[in-house]
């Protein structure tokens, strides 16, 4: 079977995700800098097989897609061409970074800034992920 990967794409730094290979659970992989992301996802897909990603789609309070979303495009273009038997989902990320930082503060990590920030792309990676499950779950 194959995993579902969700990523929280920013400008400095991108969350990761994965579900376990019956894609029932998401759970935060990594983040890294985003001008090194291709390269590890190469990497991933050779050690995983990885069927879908999910990446979120950035909106205003209003429901207006932000700037960044125009780097997303370009960031999807490539992926296409590079691995074009992978399925690419939208799914709206407002409000994921905001209940990661809630998370974390209500957790007992007291990491430093920078590595704080990190965490939060992981874990709003892991949210959308798991959103995603939860939305194209049928049942029995």
């Known amino acids: 079977m194959a995993q579902s990967m969700a990523l929280d794409f920013g400008i400095k730094r991108t969350g990761i995700a994965v579900t376990d290979d019956m894609k029932m659970i998401a759970s935060g992989l990594k983040t890294v ?25 950035p909106k205003h309070v209003d429901g207006t897609l932000m700037t960044l979303e125009r780097n997303i495009l370009f960031f999807i273009e490539d992926f296409k061409t590079l691995f074009p038997d992978i399925k690419v989902h939208r799914i709206d990320e407002r409000f994921t970074s905001k209940m990661a930082s809630q998370h974390i503060s209500k957790s007992s990590l007291k990491k430093k800034s920078k590595q704080q920030k990190g965490l939060i ?4 990676a892991t949210l959308l992920l798991q959103d995603f499950l939860n939305q194209n779950t049928t049942m029995f």
Do not use: C, P, R
């Open 121 to 124: 792309d992981e874990i709003s």
């Open 33 to 57: 800098e985003t001008k090194d992301l291709m390269a590890f996802m190469k990497h991933y897909f050779n050690q995983h097989k990885v069927d879908e990603i999910v990446i979120g789609q």
